[in-house]
């Protein structure tokens, strides 16, 4: 087995020499519980060596095996923005995201296999030579009817597929782009799968991507995820993104990384819920909910004008701050929609402060740290020389006891900032009312919550409906970020308790950010809280979204002394853009 493994390693290293690859480690593996025969994640590539077909020369198998796989990386599609601009060209003929990339690795395959390889080497790949009786996977077997059309040694096994084959191997051909001749394979395999739905069935097309991973060049760089969030972000579309997240990421991830979210979630409700009965609540902490009643109704008394009694609700009702509880349980496909909205979401956030900082026209000085002294030169700049550290060594003699100091830069080119930075409390509305607008909500309150991270600031997080979920000023980061992709979909209670509780415990003001459509159902309630916060010193912003539906609500919301409340008209292009430009004005000091 060492002799087996060290020829792996030195055919692997001949293929990455030849193709000019990135460095990368190889890890060889036994385990059949892994179904990737080949994949590639944060520089590492792991591979099975079970794959040699019988009868074939496992060394030239191998080597061509690698070389194919390589090329992807080397070649086509290189990196995940190119395969993507190729998947997306795909889904305009097919309207399919599944069916579009797998016409994008069927593609770069053929790309690979019939055009660059053999140019580049001389001579037909061996493994097209090589009849594989064991087709695991949908992409293997159409591969294999395209190979046999080049090298017909066997009868094929399907006649459908084998026709679309050679079309496929027709158009690699043609001397077109790459986004024409994907398209083409596109419609080939969307005729396909309306002619006989068995054969492209969405299963076996969902199993195909996810267990025959299409390698481009972020796979052998390290922080291979990171690097994909970059095209991550550019994506505005729900299905879009969900589908590159299962396309593109989640093969990438280990099995664990599900189980750890679900495990994360049920022990923080369990450990809030614990919690909850051994809390005391501190004399001027929190108010009760009497004590909000009696604040908002002493208020109203002082408006002559104002009517004791009025209906704010309509047809909705009217809820006591009370039946606002954390919640106990989450619904299985909240949970199933976290880990895919939390990379979707903070990678969009990620892209627009990036933009943001990078388009800024200020300037900031950025320090430096004198570190030793040298001699200094003529030909150095004057500014350079340092007169008082030369007269100390004697004689002022230039270029014999003149000195200079060598500077290093602080770490990351950041400048020095002194100050308190604020702590930021991120109150995100997930109520029925807010369903039309979630995703740009919540990419605003990460947009929050990512510039006082960045600038060093301590973070909550509450996201609400009839109930809530909130997070310590001291949980992790993965918990935080989870939290804000939940959505519940019921009545709007604003937990004023909740939120007292939490700019409470912390030293020092906050920055309380609060993202809502205004129809809370508490409001009478809610309001003397807010003004509670505001006289406490924290600064207080509301981003309000489709207000007119709660016009008289939101009046009473703005009553709230010194606090700002922006109205978004138009969510997907103001409300990202206000966020951001609130939270610059409070972090922006310590940020670059």
């Given at each position: 087995?060492?002799?087996?493994e060290?020829?792996?390693?030195?055919?692997f290293?001949?293929?990455?020499?030849?193709?000019?690859?990135p460095p990368v480690?190889?890890?060889i593996?036994?385990?059949?519980?892994?179904?990737?025969?080949?994949?590639?994640?944060?520089?590492?590539?792991f591979?099975?060596?079970?794959?040699?077909?019988q009868?074939?020369?496992?060394k030239?198998?191998?080597?061509?095996?690698?070389?194919?796989?390589?090329s992807?990386?080397?070649?086509?599609?290189?990196d995940?923005?190119t395969?993507y601009?190729?998947?997306?060209?795909?889904?305009?003929?097919?309207?399919?995201?599944?069916?579009?990339?797998l016409?994008?690795?069927?593609?770069?395959?053929?790309?690979?296999?019939?055009?660059y390889?053999?140019k580049?080497f001389?001579?037909v790949?061996?493994?097209v030579?090589?009849?594989?009786?064991?087709?695991?996977f949908?992409?293997?077997?159409?591969?294999?009817?395209?190979?046999?059309w080049?090298?017909?040694?066997?009868?094929?096994?399907?006649?459908?597929?084998?026709?679309?084959?050679?079309?496929?191997?027709?158009?690699?051909?043609?001397?077109?782009?790459?986004?024409?001749?994907?398209?083409?394979?596109?419609?080939?395999?969307?005729?396909?799968?309306s002619r006989?739905?068995?054969?492209?069935?969405?299963?076996?097309?969902?199993?195909?991507?996810?267990?025959?991973?299409?390698?481009?060049?972020?796979?052998?760089?390290?922080s291979?995820?990171?690097?994909?969030?970059?095209?991550y972000g550019s994506?505005?579309?729900?299905?879009?993104?969900?589908?590159?997240?299962?396309?593109?990421?989640q093969?990438?991830l280990?099995?664990?990384e599900?189980?750890?979210?679900?495990?994360?979630?049920?022990?923080?409700?369990?450990?809030r819920?614990?919690?909850?009965g051994?809390?005391?609540?501190k004399?001027?902490d929190i108010?009760?909910?009497?004590?909000?009643?009696?604040?908002?109704?002493?208020?109203?008394?002082?408006?002559?004008?104002?009517?004791?009694?009025?209906?704010?609700?309509?047809?909705?009702?009217?809820?006591?701050t009370?039946?606002?509880?954390?919640?106990?349980?989450?619904?299985?496909?909240?949970?199933?929609?976290?880990?895919?909205?939390?990379?979707?979401y903070?990678?969009?956030?990620?892209?627009?402060?990036?933009?943001?900082?990078?388009?800024?026209?200020?300037?900031?000085?950025?320090?430096a740290?004198?570190?030793?002294?040298?001699?200094?030169?003529?030909e150095?700049?004057?500014?350079?020389?340092?007169?008082?550290?030369?007269?100390?060594?004697?004689?002022f003699?230039?270029?014999?006891?003149?000195?200079?100091?060598v500077?290093e830069?602080?770490?990351h080119?950041?400048?020095?900032?002194s100050?308190?930075?604020p702590?930021?409390?991120?109150?995100l509305?997930?109520s029925?009312?807010?369903?039309?607008v979630?995703?740009?909500?919540?990419?605003?309150?990460?947009?929050?919550?990512?510039?006082?991270?960045?600038?060093?600031?301590?973070t909550?997080?509450?996201?609400?409906?009839?109930?809530?979920?909130?997070t310590?000023?001291d949980?992790?980061?993965?918990?935080?970020e989870?939290?804000?992709?939940?959505?519940?979909?019921?009545?709007?209670?604003f937990?004023?308790p909740?939120?007292?509780?939490?700019?409470?415990?912390?030293?020092?003001?906050?920055?309380?950010?609060?993202?809502?459509?205004?129809?809370?159902?508490?409001?009478?309630?809610?309001?003397?809280?807010?003004?509670?916060?505001?006289d406490?010193?924290?600064?207080?912003?509301?981003f309000?979204?489709?207000?007119?539906e709660?016009?008289?609500?939101?009046e009473?919301?703005?009553?709230?002394?010194?606090?700002r409340?922006?109205?978004?008209?138009?969510?997907?292009?103001?409300?990202?853009?206000?966020?951001?430009?609130?939270?610059?004005?409070t972090?922006?000091?310590?940020?670059?």
């Open positions: 087995m060492k002799e087996q060290v020829d792996i390693l030195n055919l290293n001949q293929a990455w020499v030849e193709l000019n690859c480690r190889l890890s593996s036994e385990d059949d519980e892994d179904e990737k025969n080949f994949s590639a994640v944060n520089g590492t590539v591979f099975k060596p079970d794959i040699i077909p009868g074939a020369d496992p030239q198998y191998l080597l061509w095996f690698f070389r194919h796989e390589l992807h990386v080397h070649h086509c599609p290189y995940i923005k395969a601009s190729l998947e997306q060209a795909a889904y305009e003929i097919v309207n399919d995201w599944d069916l579009a990339y016409a994008t690795h069927i593609f770069s395959n053929v790309q690979i296999d019939i055009n390889l053999p580049r001389g001579e790949p061996y493994y030579r090589v009849i594989s009786k064991k087709h695991r949908l992409i293997e077997q159409i591969m294999q009817e395209i190979y046999l080049v090298y017909p040694t066997v009868k094929s096994e399907n006649k459908e597929i084998a026709d679309s084959a050679k079309e496929i191997l027709v158009i690699s051909s043609l001397e077109r782009t790459w986004h024409m001749k994907v398209q083409m394979i596109a419609y080939i395999l969307s005729r396909l799968a006989n739905a068995r054969l492209l069935s969405g299963k076996k097309v969902k199993e195909s991507i996810r267990k025959t991973p299409l390698l481009v060049r972020e796979d052998f760089l390290h291979s995820i990171d690097r994909f969030t970059e095209t994506i505005s579309d729900e299905a879009a993104a969900k589908a590159f997240f299962k396309q593109w990421m093969p990438r280990s099995e664990r599900i189980e750890k979210i679900k495990d994360l979630v049920e022990k923080k409700l369990k450990t819920i614990a919690d909850k051994k809390e005391k609540k004399k001027g108010f009760t909910d009497q004590q909000y009643i009696e604040k908002f109704q002493q208020q109203r008394s002082q408006i002559p004008d104002r009517p004791l009694s009025i209906d704010l609700f309509g047809a909705e009702p009217r809820l006591p009370s039946v606002s509880k954390p919640y106990q349980k989450i619904k299985s496909e909240i949970l199933e929609n976290m880990l895919w909205k939390r990379y979707w903070k990678s969009r956030a990620q892209q627009t402060i990036i933009q943001y900082l990078t388009a800024s026209r200020s300037r900031r000085p950025v320090w740290l004198m570190r030793y002294p040298v001699e200094w030169y003529i150095d700049e004057i500014e350079d020389l340092d007169i008082e550290t030369s007269m100390d060594e004697g004689p003699i230039p270029e014999v006891t003149t000195l200079k100091w500077e830069p602080t770490p080119g950041q400048s020095l900032a100050g308190y930075i702590s930021a409390l991120i109150v509305d997930v029925r009312s807010m369903a039309d979630r995703n740009e909500a919540a990419v605003a309150a990460y947009i929050a919550y990512l510039s006082a991270r960045r600038a060093g600031g301590q909550a997080i509450i996201v609400f409906s009839t109930g809530f979920v909130s310590e000023w949980a992790s980061e993965e918990l935080k989870l939290s804000l992709t939940m959505e519940f979909g019921e009545f709007t209670v937990p004023t909740e939120v007292s509780r939490l700019v409470s415990a912390n030293i020092g003001p906050c920055f309380v950010v609060i993202i809502t459509d205004g129809g809370w159902q508490n409001v009478e309630e809610a309001v003397p809280a807010l003004e509670h916060i505001v406490a010193g924290h600064k207080l912003v509301i309000l979204i489709k207000g007119k709660y016009q008289d609500r939101i009473l919301i703005k009553r709230t002394p010194d606090l409340l922006y109205k978004i008209s138009d969510p997907e292009v103001d409300l990202q853009g206000l966020t951001l430009s609130e939270s610059m004005k972090y922006k000091t310590f940020l670059w």
